[in-house]
C-alpha cells in the first residue's frame, strides 16, 4: 500500500504532493513503482499536527481519489477519521476506510462503515493524536493491541461490517513510546495476525527507526529501517505494508518472498 498524503503537514512527507496535480503525479508513481493499493489522506495524524475542517478535507482528499479512478483500477483507501469524508471517498471510488481511531471517532462511524460496505482499517491507538506520545502506558503491550483490535473487529461485526472486509493494524507510533512499546509489538506481531483478520502494517519512516539508528535521522533518512520493519511484517504473516518508499519495499518482498518460497 502507498502512502500518498495531500496534507501540509505529514510527518514523513508533508507538503510534498500538494493538490489534486501534485496527488496525481505521486500516486502514478507509486503505481508504477508496483503499490497494489493506495492510502489517499488529507489530514495528518502527528501529534500536534493542525485539525482539518471536514469540508477541507473533502476538498483534498475527493478530486485526487476521482482522478485516480478515473486512469486506474488500483484500489484506493481513504485514511479519514470522519465519516462524512469517508462517504465522500467511497463514493468518488474510495473501497477501503482506514480509520485510525477503529471507527470510534465519531458515534455514527460503525453504521456508516456497514452502510458504504467498503473494506475497514481498525486501527489501535492509544489516546488521542494531539496527546498520544505524551505519556503512554502498557503493562503488556502486544496483549491490550490484540484484544483492542478484537473488540473492534466484534464492534464493527455488530454494526454489520462483514467479515471479510475487516482489516486489523496494531498502529506502530501512535500512542506508543518509540522503543518501548513499538518493538515489543512488532516483535508479537504473529498474535496480531493470529486473530484471523488481514493485518496492515504501517512502520514506514517511523520514529523508532530513526531512536535505533543513532537518533539523528530525519524521516527520509530511515529507508533501511523501514525495509527490515516491512520484512520483518511479511515473516510475521501481514497481508499488507503501508510504505512511502514503494520501488525499494516491493524489491525487498520480491526478493524475501522469491527466498520464502526457495527459488522461482
Ligand atoms: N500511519 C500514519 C497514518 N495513517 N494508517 C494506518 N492504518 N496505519 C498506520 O500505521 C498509519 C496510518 C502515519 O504516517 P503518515 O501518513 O506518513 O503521516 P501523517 O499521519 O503525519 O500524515
New binding site residues.
Given amino acids: 500500500m502507498g ?1 500518498v ?1 495531500v ?1 501540509p503537514d ?5 507538503g510534498r504532493h500538494l493538490g489534486p496535480a501534485g496527488g496525481l503525479a505521486h500516486a502514478r508513481r507509486l503505481v508504477a513503482e508496483g503499490a497494489d493499493r493506495l492510502d489517499v ?1 488529507g489530514e ?3 501529534p500536534g ?1 493542525a485539525p482539518v475542517a471536514e469540508a477541507e478535507e473533502i476538498g483534498r482528499v475527493v478530486p485526487l481519489i476521482a482522478a485516480i479512478r478515473a486512469e486506474s483500477d488500483v484500489p484506493v483507501s481513504v ?1 479519514t477519521m470522519k465519516p462524512a469524508v469517508a462517504r465522500a471517498a467511497v463514493a468518488a471510488g474510495a473501497t477501503m476506510w ?1 480509520d ?1 481511531t477503529a471507527l470510534r471517532h465519531a458515534p455514527e462511524s460503525l453504521d456508516v462503515a456497514a452502510e458504504l460496505g467498503c473494506e475497514v ?1 481498525l ?1 489501535h491507538m492509544q489516546g488521542e493524536p494531539a496527546t498520544m506520545q505524551a505519556e503512554p502506558h502498557y503493562d503488556d503491550v502486544v496483549g491490550e493491541v490484540a484484544a483492542f483490535l478484537q473488540a473492534r473487529a466484534q464492534a464493527a461485526l455488530a454494526a454489520g461490517v462483514a467479515r471479510h472486509k475487516i482489516w486489523l ?1 496494531p ?3 501512535f500512542g506508543k513510546h518509540m522503543v518501548r512499546h513499538n518493538l515489543p509489538l512488532l516483535h508479537g506481531l504473529k498474535a496480531i495476525v493470529g486473530l484471523g483478520f488481514p493485518v ?1 502494517l ?1 512502520a514506514s ?1 517511523k520514529s523508532f527507526i530513526g531512536a535505533l539508528d543513532g537518533g539523528g535521522r530525519s524521516a527520509d533518512q530511515r529507508l533501511g529501517g523501514s525495509l527490515a520493519a516491512a520484512l520483518w511484517g511479511a515473516q510475521a504473516g501481514v497481508a499488507a505494508v ?1 510504505v ?1 518508499d514503494v520501488r525499494e519495499t516491493v524489491q525487498a518482498l520480491r526478493v524475501w518472498a522469491a527466498m520464502a518460497r526457495g527459488g522461482g
Avoid at 10 to 14: T, V
Wanted: net charge neutral; hydrophobic share 30%; glycine share 18%.
Fill in positions: 502512502v498524503n496534507t505529514s510527518f514523513s512527507d508533508g489522506g495528518s495524524t502527528r499536527a485514511d482506514n485510525v482499517v486501527m493494524d498502529g506502530v507510533g496492515l504501517g519512516r503501508r512511502h
